[in-house]
């Protein structure tokens, strides 16, 4: 699972997600992308899951990026343990995702193999997403 | 060469945000023609009319005739800023065009005979690193698109853009280095074959192993078993 090699301080702020993505939201590297529609935070385990959901599908064709990184430490306080003593120990990192945040794309497969693909990566996200194309593109519509 | 496309379009009276959304509210996109040393134009266009534009794929690099009254202005879109969740357009740029200019545009690049490629047919994958080329030509000479021949290309290979003979009155933007288009690279399966006992191992073993799997190294080494 991905996760920072180091970092700067061990347990983070939870934070709020606002607005939509100020950046990262256009097809960079693929033809094929997979937007996010809704905010969260989307763990290592979930970006993992979805990873190789597509790769399953798309079967050693093509090539895959992942747009987002997990790097916020997600601290949980462990079961039956009375509040106060400190923060919790860290249990998992997550990727904070705004709206309009492309989350993976997909280069090297054909349209509509690109679309199923991304609709089983999507069944493995927390939030509404949606496929995307270059403009002019029509083939992963109706897959 | 790209046809010339055409869009109908209005003067506009006020600018700033409030207009603009009341503007859009209403279907109608707020624009701006400048460029040819006169002064910027702000107008708006029909949404849907430009999304229609906008999805035959060859805007970008098509010379646009804007209707606005009774002038007929030659332009050619600098920029279509979208919603960043909705991919609805927000705003059109478009350059006014003198008789005999030279512009840059991206022209998209297309990649043919493929099945003739050895290293395609072995499994490799096109790794496609510029999806456009910047181009200079005449404004009326802008090329559709750029055919580029994949014929003989083995893994490992690479176009060039020193390697393309580009259309003849255009010529590559970039002159300072001879940049990579596209490569054909290893398959994930051929690069990793390998390690890929080890992970159909690793996904038997659970949720356990899956942490284990750190060292999975993005998509590359995905066993074939399929859990679906």
């Given at each position: 699972?991905?996760?920072?090699?180091?970092?700067k301080?061990?347990?983070?702020f939870?934070?709020?997600?606002?607005?939509?993505?100020?950046?990262g939201?256009?097809?960079?590297?693929g033809?094929?992308g997979?937007?996010?529609?809704e905010?969260?935070?989307?763990?290592?385990?979930?970006?993992?899951a979805a990873?190789r959901?597509?790769?399953?599908?798309i079967?050693r064709?093509?090539?895959l990026w992942i747009?987002?990184?997990?790097?916020?430490?997600?601290?949980?306080?462990?079961?039956e343990?009375?509040?106060?003593?400190?923060?919790?120990?860290?249990?998992y990192?997550?990727?904070?995702?705004?709206?309009g945040?492309?989350l993976?794309?997909?280069?090297?497969v054909?349209?509509?193999i690109?679309?199923v693909?991304?609709?089983?990566?999507?069944?493995?996200?927390?939030?509404?997403?949606?496929?995307?194309?270059?403009?002019?593109?029509?083939?992963?519509?109706g897959? | 060469?790209?046809?010339?496309l055409?869009?109908?379009?209005?003067?506009?009276?006020?600018a700033?945000?409030?207009?603009?959304?009341a503007?859009r509210?209403?279907g109608?996109i707020?624009?701006?023609?400048?460029?040819?040393?006169q002064?910027?134009?702000?107008i708006h266009?029909?949404?849907?009319?430009?999304?229609?534009?906008?999805?035959?794929?060859h805007?970008?690099?098509?010379?646009v005739?804007?209707?606005?009254?009774?002038?007929?202005?030659?332009?050619?879109?600098?920029?279509?800023?979208?919603?960043?969740v909705s991919?609805?357009?927000?705003h059109a740029?478009?350059?006014?065009?003198?008789?005999g200019?030279?512009?840059e545009?991206?022209v998209?690049?297309?990649?043919?005979?493929?099945?003739?490629s050895?290293?395609?047919?072995?499994?490799?994958?096109?790794?496609?690193?510029?999806?456009?080329l910047?181009?200079?030509?005449?404004?009326?000479?802008?090329?559709?698109?750029?055919?580029?021949?994949?014929t003989?290309?083995?893994?490992?290979?690479?176009?060039?853009?020193?390697?393309v003979?580009?259309?003849?009155?255009?010529?590559?933007?970039?002159t300072?280095?001879?940049y990579?288009?596209?490569?054909?690279?290893?398959?994930?399966?051929?690069k990793k074959s390998?390690?890929?006992?080890?992970?159909?191992?690793e996904?038997?073993?659970?949720?356990?192993?899956?942490?284990?799997?750190?060292?999975?190294e993005g998509?590359?080494?995905?066993?074939?078993?399929?859990?679906?």
């Amino acid at each position: 699972m991905l996760q920072p090699k180091k970092m700067k301080y061990r347990k983070a702020f939870k934070g709020k997600i606002k607005g939509n993505a100020p950046g990262g939201t256009t097809l960079n590297f693929g033809s094929y992308g997979l937007k996010a529609m809704e905010p969260e935070r989307i763990t290592a385990r979930q970006i993992e899951a979805a990873r190789r959901a597509i790769t399953r599908h798309i079967r050693r064709q093509g090539r895959l990026w992942i747009r987002v990184f997990p790097d916020v430490p997600v601290s949980k306080k462990p079961a039956e343990v009375r509040q106060g003593k400190g923060k919790g120990s860290v249990e998992y990192w997550a990727a904070r995702v705004k709206p309009g945040r492309i989350l993976f794309e997909l280069d090297g497969v054909p349209g509509p193999i690109a679309a199923v693909a991304f609709e089983r990566a999507a069944m493995k996200l927390p939030i509404k997403t949606k496929v995307v194309a270059r403009l002019g593109d029509t083939s992963h519509l109706g897959a | 060469m790209s046809d010339q496309l055409t869009l109908s379009a209005e003067t506009r009276e006020k600018a700033g945000k409030g207009a603009s959304r009341a503007l859009r509210r209403e279907g109608r996109i707020p624009a701006v023609i400048y460029g040819d040393k006169q002064d910027a134009q702000p107008i708006h266009v029909e949404e849907r009319e430009l999304t229609k534009l906008l999805h035959t794929g060859h805007m970008m690099n098509s010379l646009v005739e804007i209707t606005l009254g009774k002038d007929k202005i030659r332009t050619l879109p600098k920029d279509v800023a979208l919603h960043p969740v909705s991919d609805r357009p927000l705003h059109a740029d478009f350059l006014r065009l003198a008789k005999g200019a030279t512009v840059e545009v991206a022209v998209p690049v297309v990649f043919v005979n493929q099945e003739e490629s050895p290293g395609l047919k072995r499994g490799g994958v096109l790794n496609v690193v510029r999806h456009e080329l910047d181009l200079v030509c005449d404004a009326a000479r802008i090329p559709d698109e750029i055919e580029l021949d994949v014929t003989g290309l083995e893994v490992g290979d690479s176009i060039h853009i020193s390697a393309v003979s580009l259309p003849e009155g255009s010529e590559s933007a970039i002159t300072d280095r001879d940049y990579t288009i596209a490569t054909v690279v290893a398959p994930s399966a051929l690069k990793k074959s390998d390690s890929e006992t080890d992970e159909d191992e690793e996904e038997t073993e659970g949720e356990e192993g899956a942490e284990a799997a750190e060292g999975a190294e993005g998509e590359a080494t995905e066993g074939e078993n399929s859990e679906d």
